[in-house]
């Protein structure tokens, strides 16, 4: 028997376009149960387009900065988590000390936006949860695939949500490495997010350019026409809320957030951070503010820190130990400085103290490539931090003795810690106890 010609490369083989027909013809119990329970007129192109775009403004944002925590962190220095990332990460550079507030900024915008745009992502989901519920499932090899990257996307969203803000709240119920988990799962969902909006833009783009529905009064809302994606309800019901009323709670609940997240950055605010609080006062007075990890929390007692302790200067084989009374003695400097911590609070304070500099030039390093800091600290990821050159050799780099015009107090890291412009709080050690520089 003369053997068949193959079928050309674009013709759909036969066995996926029977499973798909035969999907469709074998409706699971409750297939139809979603076209009784979805069925808000409201639902369309129109306003999962709006709130779509809203997301592609900002997404981009979220994951840009938390990219820059990752490379703030010092991958060149080896003390970015996760450390080993192969080829996966963004071009990596020596994190500036300038603009001073860059760090605020970039990880405040993180955390902020990622907690602001729950509503949004909520009300996006909520616009095409029908689509979930969709019988068959797919109905072509390529709709399976881009069926399979929403997957990743929502997913994507929620994983790293959820994972955020447990963060944010110290709150480690997954048992796993949040720094490993952020950061994977931000690949994953960027790349599903680049494939949606490569298949979705054109769409968004005709449904933004269409009537618009944003005046529309309840009374006269109405479903939009049947579309390809099959976001319009097929038995549309009465409506209830116009479209401008679900875009206005999904922006109120945006503002509330926004509200409640600001004041975590700004000083006169602070009171308001009432879903953060680690980025509120710990009480009056110029050490009153914001603290992550306290003395206790650390291990470090007044007895550690009292009159025994000491600070050593390395450099080569050169060793320097001075008391505070000595570095007190010696020149002093003064910067009004933010300091951010990585879970997105920062607040700027007066801190006094010896340019790292002038420590490096004693301990006999005139041009230090890199410094080593410690800390008393005996466990904990950050009781270690290094510092590339332009971070020890910043005119307002110093190790503070003194903030606000009087001492550090423990929990700020007395008797010593280091301030740098921009550099993320984890760095910043408190109760400094030897710095070693190199170069
Ligand atoms: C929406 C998608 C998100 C993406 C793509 C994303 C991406 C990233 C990336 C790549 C990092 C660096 C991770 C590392 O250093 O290993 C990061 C850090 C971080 N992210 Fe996200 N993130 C997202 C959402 C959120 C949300 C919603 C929150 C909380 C509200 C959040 C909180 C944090 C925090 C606190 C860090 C710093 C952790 C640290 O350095 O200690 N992220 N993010």
Redesign the pocket.
Same mark, same amino acid.
């Given at each position: 028997m003369p053997a068949s010609p193959p079928p050309p490369d674009d013709a759909p083989s036969a066995a996926p376009a029977a499973l798909w027909a035969g999907l469709a013809r074998h409706r699971p119990p409750g297939a139809d149960a979603a076209d009784r329970a979805w069925r808000s007129p409201v639902r369309g192109p129109w306003l999962t387009s709006v709130l779509g775009a809203v997301l592609l403004a900002t997404?981009p944002l979220? &994951?840009v900065t938390?990219?820059l925590? =990752?490379i703030a #962190?010092g991958p060149r220095l080896d003390q *970015? $988590?996760?450390r080993d990332v192969g080829w996966l990460h963004p071009p990596v550079f020596d994190w500036p000390t300038r603009p001073a507030w860059l760090f605020r900024l970039t990880q405040g915008l +993180?955390?902020a936006l @990622? &907690?602001v745009l729950v509503p949004v992502v909520l009300g996006k989901l909520w616009s095409v949860v029908p689509k979930l519920f969709d019988w068959p499932p797919a109905r072509s090899t390529a709709q399976l695939l881009e069926r399979l990257s929403l997957v990743l996307l929502v997913g994507g &969203?929620l994983f790293? %949500?959820a994972t955020?803000?447990l963060? &944010?709240q110290y709150a480690y119920l997954f048992g796993f490495d949040f #720094?490993t988990a +952020? =950061?994977y799962g *931000?690949w994953i $969902? %960027?790349a599903a997010l680049v494939a949606h909006v490569a298949i979705k833009l054109p769409r968004l783009v005709t449904a933004l350019r269409g009537p618009g529905f944003a005046r529309t009064p309840v009374e006269r809302t109405r479903p939009e026409p049947a579309d390809p994606d099959g976001l319009v309800a097929r038995r549309p019901g009465p409506a209830t809320m116009s479209r401008r009323a679900v875009l206005a709670v999904v922006g109120g609940g945006a503002l509330l957030l926004a509200a409640l997240t600001v004041g975590q950055s700004v000083d006169a605010l602070r009171r308001t951070a009432l879903l953060l609080p680690r980025g509120r006062r710990i009480g009056d007075g110029p050490t009153g503010f914001p603290v992550n990890r306290s003395a206790a929390a650390a291990g470090v007692t007044p007895e550690r820190t009292g009159p025994g302790w000491r600070l050593t200067l390395r450099a080569g084989n050169r060793t320097v130990a001075l008391d505070r009374a000595r570095l007190l003695a010696l020149a002093q400097h003064t910067a009004v400085l933010p300091i951010a911590c990585?879970? @997105?609070w920062s607040t700027t304070q007066t801190w006094t103290g010896v340019r790292l500099r002038d420590l490096a030039a004693l301990a006999g390093s005139a041009d230090p490539a890199t410094a080593r800091v410690r800390s008393l600290e005996r466990a904990g990821l950050f009781r270690e931090a290094a510092l590339h050159r332009g971070q020890v050799t910043d005119p307002d780099a110093l190790l503070a003795l003194r903030v606000n015009g009087v001492d550090l107090s423990l929990d700020h890291g007395y008797p010593a810690r280091i301030i740098v412009p921009a550099l993320p709080g984890v760095h910043c050690t408190k109760w400094v106890t030897e710095i070693v520089f190199d170069g």
């Amino acid at each position: 028997m003369p053997a068949s010609p193959p079928p050309p490369d674009d013709a759909p083989s036969a066995a996926p376009a029977a499973l798909w027909a035969g999907l469709a013809r074998h409706r699971p119990p409750g297939a139809d149960a979603a076209d009784r329970a979805w069925r808000s007129p409201v639902r369309g192109p129109w306003l999962t387009s709006v709130l779509g775009a809203v997301l592609l403004a900002t997404l981009p944002l979220v &994951i840009v900065t938390g990219l820059l925590d =990752w490379i703030a #962190y010092g991958p060149r220095l080896d003390q *970015a $988590f996760p450390r080993d990332v192969g080829w996966l990460h963004p071009p990596v550079f020596d994190w500036p000390t300038r603009p001073a507030w860059l760090f605020r900024l970039t990880q405040g915008l +993180h955390v902020a936006l @990622g &907690i602001v745009l729950v509503p949004v992502v909520l009300g996006k989901l909520w616009s095409v949860v029908p689509k979930l519920f969709d019988w068959p499932p797919a109905r072509s090899t390529a709709q399976l695939l881009e069926r399979l990257s929403l997957v990743l996307l929502v997913g994507g &969203i929620l994983f790293q %949500t959820a994972t955020g803000l447990l963060n &944010i709240q110290y709150a480690y119920l997954f048992g796993f490495d949040f #720094y490993t988990a +952020h =950061w994977y799962g *931000a690949w994953i $969902f %960027t790349a599903a997010l680049v494939a949606h909006v490569a298949i979705k833009l054109p769409r968004l783009v005709t449904a933004l350019r269409g009537p618009g529905f944003a005046r529309t009064p309840v009374e006269r809302t109405r479903p939009e026409p049947a579309d390809p994606d099959g976001l319009v309800a097929r038995r549309p019901g009465p409506a209830t809320m116009s479209r401008r009323a679900v875009l206005a709670v999904v922006g109120g609940g945006a503002l509330l957030l926004a509200a409640l997240t600001v004041g975590q950055s700004v000083d006169a605010l602070r009171r308001t951070a009432l879903l953060l609080p680690r980025g509120r006062r710990i009480g009056d007075g110029p050490t009153g503010f914001p603290v992550n990890r306290s003395a206790a929390a650390a291990g470090v007692t007044p007895e550690r820190t009292g009159p025994g302790w000491r600070l050593t200067l390395r450099a080569g084989n050169r060793t320097v130990a001075l008391d505070r009374a000595r570095l007190l003695a010696l020149a002093q400097h003064t910067a009004v400085l933010p300091i951010a911590c990585v879970e @997105g609070w920062s607040t700027t304070q007066t801190w006094t103290g010896v340019r790292l500099r002038d420590l490096a030039a004693l301990a006999g390093s005139a041009d230090p490539a890199t410094a080593r800091v410690r800390s008393l600290e005996r466990a904990g990821l950050f009781r270690e931090a290094a510092l590339h050159r332009g971070q020890v050799t910043d005119p307002d780099a110093l190790l503070a003795l003194r903030v606000n015009g009087v001492d550090l107090s423990l929990d700020h890291g007395y008797p010593a810690r280091i301030i740098v412009p921009a550099l993320p709080g984890v760095h910043c050690t408190k109760w400094v106890t030897e710095i070693v520089f190199d170069g």
